[in-house]
Antibody, heavy 120, light 106 residues
Framework: QVQFVQSGAEVINPGASVKVSCKAS????????IHWVRQAPGQRLEWMGW????????KYSQNFQGRVTITRDTSATTAYMELSNLGSEDTAIYYC?????????????WGQGTLVTVSS | DIQMTQSPSTLSASVGDRVTITCRAS??????LAWYQQKAGKAPKVLIY???RLQGGVPSRFSGSGSGTEFTLTISSLQPDDFASYYC?????????FGGGTKVEI
């Protein structure tokens, strides 16, 4: 049963970028599609995009205006989400989650989340 | 974008109560809807998918129904472990979107 462990909390200056990792344990990601979702304080969950860890194909939400890039390492054990040109509105918990069906489908399981705080 | 509207936003209930949460989509999503439970400081956990299919390991007191634009999540007999927030999620079309959440409190 795959589980995801995400990288630790970050404090980032406005205008900079952040890269969050999502490492699989118990299985590789090779047959998985990994989504990234964020949750700002008091806000609803917001889908950011996904990556097919097997072939590297990606799909992004246009709501991020090209600021998000999702990648994976060549061994397909870790997925990454990089968000650029950060503003205060990007302060949120960022989650990775596996697509559990035929993409897109329900998300299961989820990583534990990574808090990103944008502050000078 | 498909807008997902949940109601109520907060629900006060007691152990043993039957609880119903509603989710409305701004356009038809057929049955491409999931429900998640989220406890404070934790990641969401899927309960229901394809509107009415129970995720493995989820207690049978949870059930989902609906299609098109109106959906419900029902907890038949609320247990202490069920006090949490619940979110609907449409995966019919991109961008994938979520409801605003329903907090179930004592």
């Amino acid at each position: 049963q795959v589980q995801f462990v995400q990288s630790g909390a970050e404090v980032i200056n406005p205008g900079a970028s952040v890269k969050v990792s999502c490492k699989a344990s118990g299985d590789t990601l090779i047959t998985s599609v990994i989504h990234w979702v964020r949750q700002a304080p008091g806000q609803r969950l917001e889908w950011m995009g996904w990556i097919n860890a097997g072939n590297g194909n990606t799909k992004y939400s246009q709501n991020f205006q090209g600021r998000v890039t999702i990648t994976r390492d060549t061994s397909a054990t870790t997925a990454y989400m990089e968000l650029s040109n950060l503003g205060s509105e990007d302060t949120a918990i960022y989650y990775c989650a596996r697509d559990a069906g035929i993409v897109p489908s329900r998300f299961d399981p989820w990583g534990q989340g990574t808090l990103v705080t944008v502050s000078s | 974008d498909i807008q997902m509207t949940q109601s109520p936003s907060t629900l006060s209930a007691s152990v043993g109560d039957r609880v119903t949460i509603t989710c409305r989509a701004s356009q038809s999503i057929r049955s491409w809807l999931a429900w998640y439970q989220q406890k404070a400081g934790k990641a969401p956990k899927v309960l229901i998918y394809e509107a009415s299919r129970l995720q493995g390991g989820v207690p049978s007191r949870f059930s989902g129904s609906g299609s098109g634009t109106e959906f419900t999540l029902t907890i038949s007999s609320l247990q202490p472990d069920d006090f949490a927030s619940y979110y609907c999620h449409q995966y019919s079309s991109y961008p994938l979107t979520f409801g605003g959440g329903t907090k179930v409190e004592i």
